[in-house]
T-cell receptor, first 110, second 113 residues
């Protein structure tokens, strides 16, 4: 089954404690992306990757890092989380067609 | 940069009513267009997409959308909604050949039984 898998699905953490949200896709897609969803703001792109070792900033990259060492994985790293990074995060991948989304990771930073 | 506007923030209607959600985009070149739906507590799923051809596109669950190039619009419609259509709806656009997808702010649809 084609899918994008994110972990963890829910996380409560404290300011400054580094965390990583993993993302893996099984569709051999070259393009992967991270979005955050906030009420009234829709989905905003954080980072994206066109292929292995190729990443670029989206619209709201501040406070985030990513890496793309393998085609299937695209982890999102928060080196020093802050409360304004409390949000719902979605990983997605695509070829030339539709974007496939993961189930989402709800992050709360206290 | 591409921008996508969804005109309605929140729509409330009764079952069997007709639904139309507006979407406009700013880019004047060739685009691919999408509508995604997010049911409560779930991830985004594709409702329908337009790449080329017939500008009236039919999607899943009785939804359709019409691409009007001259108006830079891609409005979503459903003739008769059900309670299960309660969800958030997102319009998305990308320039042909560009992977980056730009999303509208979303429209929350509440269908009362």
């Amino acid at each position: 089954e084609a899918q994008v898998t994110q972990n963890p699905r829910y996380l409560i953490t404290v300011t400054g404690k580094k965390l990583t949200v993993t993302c893996s896709q099984n569709m051999n897609h070259e393009y992967m992306s991270w979005y955050r969803q906030d009420p009234g703001l829709g989905l905003r792109q954080i980072y994206y990757s066109m292929n292995v070792e190729v990443t670029d900033k989206g619209d709201v990259p501040e406070g985030y890092k990513v890496s793309r060492k393998e085609k299937r994985n695209f982890p999102l790293i928060l080196e020093s989380p802050s409360p304004n990074q409390t949000s719902l995060y979605f990983c997605a991948s695509r070829d030339t067609g539709e974007l496939f989304f993961g189930e989402g990771s709800r992050l709360t930073v206290l | 940069a591409q921008s996508v506007s969804q005109h309605n923030h929140h729509v409330i209607l009764s079952e069997a009513a007709s639904l139309e959600l507006g979407c406009n985009y700013s880019y004047g070149g060739t685009v691919n267009l999408f509508w995604y739906v997010q049911y409560p507590g779930q991830h985004l799923q594709l409702l329908l997409k337009y790449f080329s051809g017939d500008p009236l596109v039919k999607g899943i669950k009785g939804f359709e959308a019409e691409f009007i190039k001259s108006k830079f619009s891609f409005n979503l419609r459903k003739p008769s909604v059900q309670w299960s259509d309660t969800a958030e709806y997102f319009c998305a656009v990308n320039e042909r050949g560009d992977y980056k997808l730009s999303f509208g702010a979303g429209t929350t649809v509440t269908v009362r039984a």
